[in-house]
């Protein structure tokens, strides 16, 4: 917290910090009971990385804490070993995470295309849809009209005013009305036991050999790798709707050290979560204040006032949801106009993004390969620009070919087929390459096939016009220095 904020801008963070702690209690419970655990380890990981994360973190106003892709990754290791195993697991991932960060990777995020940025908040957006509707399943018309009352609330109240964040509002009026009038709504109480103690530190109960590394290793760096691509993902996010920057190579420090603390403290591991990092956002925080004050109204909410947060409807929480749903996802990408306007190649990208996270749940997943079917797209429409023309000398014997665009491994193919090696009459060929670059040793490799197609023919071959990256390469590659500038 480097920064003391205004006194405006500390309001709006305080009451956004308390808007997310609510938000994250039922959420932990049920990353907690997805991952086969004891609903305190969620709660207990939310508390610690969100406190931490507030002062290690390259982001402001970004929330982490227990996730449901994290929780899916380990609960597997957690039900057939034990919390102990989880809590080892999550340990090692945020020194993997401290490594990764020291390396750089946070500097692959520019690798990543817009369109598959516009795809994984489009998907995370469904996700979070898609993730209330349990809630509402099989319940009676009283719920949906709690839902649609906090709604209402949530989109109404901003035209009036922006003192107070309308979902805290909502929570509150739905908590108030559902006790008044004896809804029979389902409450966080109902979703599992709040803790009522302190968080103690602690040493997993786990051999220390090699055994136990070989158990437990693959698991960590699958949580290290799916925490930071979705840490820096909500953080690119962030960056964009505040149209701020931040530290990215912090933040995968930040994000592997804190993950440290929560397993010293006995919680699973936790990343940045995208849905309560745009409640915050859009209640207002723009500081680590939001950030802080999220972890520590969680542990009041639920060691102090356990009974109080107990009684709070779910049904104000999916409405909560609903809005952040609808808010983050990005509807002038689907526009029929915004959809002509761009090229298919950006569209299907999106799509297939949208597409493989929506089925898999797997975020990190979703953005791999979105990132891969760009590349591929990418190389195609490369390797199509590629061209090669010619010109005959006046005097017959020796002909100009003028080699245009990006020459590597995907045009490589086409490029050699457009010589004519068999032309009568040529005792020489000039290969001008003033209008191309030569990417990888395929396209060096091609440059040489072509010289000697030409050679079985008795034509002499000249290559001109290469770049000075170009050339070195060749040279480097085939140790001879042909025609550069």
């Known amino acids: ?5 205004s006194g405006a801008q500390l309001r709006a963070d305080v009451m956004a910090g308390l808007v997310v702690a609510l938000a994250l209690i039922p959420e932990a419970i049920a990353f907690s009971l997805i991952a086969g655990v004891d609903p305190r380890v969620g709660l207990y990981a939310s508390f610690i990385m969100a406190v931490s994360i507030a002062f290690l973190g390259g982001r402001p106003a970004m929330i982490s804490a227990a996730t449901g892709a994290m929780a899916l990754v380990v609960a ?7 919390v102990d195993y989880l809590i080892a697991a999550t340990i090692l991932a945020g020194l993997i995470q401290v490594g990764l960060g020291l390396l750089g990777v946070a500097k692959l995020m520019r690798f990543v295309p817009p369109s598959v940025m516009t795809g994984f908040i489009n998907a995370l957006a469904i996700l979070i849809f898609l993730a209330q509707l349990p809630h509402l399943a099989g319940v ?5 009209a709690m839902v649609a009352v906090g709604l209402v609330i949530i989109f109404g109240l901003p035209l009036l005013t922006k003192a107070i964040p ?4 909502a929570i509150v009026v739905l908590t108030v009305g559902a006790l008044a009038m004896g809804i029979p ?3 966080v109480g109902d979703m599992g036991e709040l803790p009522d103690t302190l968080p103690i530190p602690l040493i997993p109960d786990v051999p220390f050999n090699v055994e136990t590394l070989t158990l437990v290793l693959p698991y960590a760096v699958t949580l290290a790798l799916v925490g930071l691509m979705e840490s820096l993902m909500t953080a690119k996010v962030v960056d964009d709707i505040t149209e701020t920057s931040s530290d990215h190579a912090r933040e995968a420090r930040g994000q592997g050290i804190a993950n440290v603390l929560v397993g010293f403290f006995g919680g699973m591991a936790g990343c940045a979560m995208i849905g309560q990092t745009m409640i915050n956002v859009k209640s207002g925080a723009r500081t680590r204040v939001s950030t802080f004050l999220a972890g520590v109204f969680l542990l009041i909410l639920c060691v102090g006032l356990g009974d109080v947060v107990g009684m709070i409807p779910i049904a104000a929480l999916v409405a909560v949801m609903f809005f952040v749903a609808i808010v983050t996802f990005d509807w002038h990408s689907i526009a029929p106009g915004t959809v002509r306007r761009m090229p298919w190649t950006e569209t299907l990208v999106m799509a297939v993004t949208v597409a493989v996270v929506v089925w898999t749940h797997n975020l990190a997943l979703g953005v791999i390969v979105g990132v891969i079917v760009s590349m591929v797209l990418f190389a195609r429409k490369a390797a199509m620009q590629a061209d090669v023309t010619s010109v005959l000398d006046p005097d017959g014997g020796t002909r100009v070919y003028s080699v245009n665009g990006e020459v590597f491994f995907a045009s490589t193919g086409e490029l050699v087929q457009r010589f004519d090696y068999a032309e009568q009459g040529l005792s020489k ?3 001008d390459m003033s209008g191309a670059h030569v990417w990888d040793s395929s396209a060096v490799a091609a440059l040489d096939q072509v010289t000697e197609h030409f050679r079985r023919h008795d034509v002499e071959v000249e290559i001109t016009g290469l770049n000075k990256p170009s050339a ?12 550069g500038h």
Do not use: C, D, Q
């Open 429 to 431: 060929v000039v290969v």
């Open 472 to 483: 070195h390469l060749h040279k480097e590659l085939t140790g001879t220095l042909v025609g």
């Open 1 to 5: 917290m480097s920064r003391i904020p």
């Open 76 to 82: 597997p290791l957690s039900i057939e070993y034990g």
């Open 140 to 144: 009676g018309v009283p719920i949906y």
């Open 166 to 169: 309308a979902p805290l509002v």
């Open 185 to 187: 709504a389902r409450t």
